[in-house]
């Protein structure tokens, strides 16, 4: 009869490594070095549009966001963008004209360069609302904070004959203009390894500061924007 206990106790003893093995690992805490993220989008908003630039313009005409971040929480993390883009335009036009019949034509040459900059700056606060973490498909909330500014610099010549000699006029003009904006929008990333997941970021914003100058078109109401890229986590995983 004491041989029965004996057994069981035996057979219990030997199972209890086999279960510790197959029981379901404990998810590992984000590593310190692995919790920032950066990532590089194409970007078009009310103030950066993405095309529409007339032909001959040159320049840094696609709009590009630079995306850095930090994951505070597994589903809280804070991030940085800054967007620009920048073009060049230059237009001229020649002609004559008659202002009296049976005078000499009026000559006149009109010529033009103008440079556009544009920088949008945002500070997010980005919450997950996908539970599972292992999903390739998360889903996020967007809020925070952001800053508008553009900047215009027109310069050029007007010559004409109209005193009977050719006289030539240049000009310059600088013009800027600064804009406070809230934000709020959501964004899609699928996962596609460890490090790299493609990103789609669609967000509102409205303006509640600005600065105007000149020749830069203010914010009026609620205006979008989005961006769509790719993002890398370096460090541990």
Known sequence: MRILPAALGLLLTSALPALAQTAPAAPLP???????????????????PLGGQPLGTTGFRVPVQLTVGYQLRPRLAVQVGVAY????????????????TGTRPTYHYYENTWTMRRTSVSALARYTLTRKPAHRLQFDLLGGIGLEHGSG??????????SGSLQTTNYSYRGSQNMLVLTLGASARYRLNP?????FDLTTNYAV?????TYVKPLQGFTGSAALGLRYRFGKQ
């Open 209 to 213: 500061a600005d600065e105007i100058r």
């Open 153 to 162: 610099y027109s310069r050029g010549s007007h010559s004409d004959s109209l």
């Open 30 to 48: 984000l590593s310190g070095t692995a919790r920032y993220y950066v990532g590089l989008a194409a970007y078009s908003s009310y103030c950066q």
């Open 85 to 100: 883009s920048g073009s060049t335009s230059t237009n001229s036009n020649l002609g004559y004209e008659y202002l009296h």
């Open 195 to 199: 490090r790299f997941e493609l990103n």
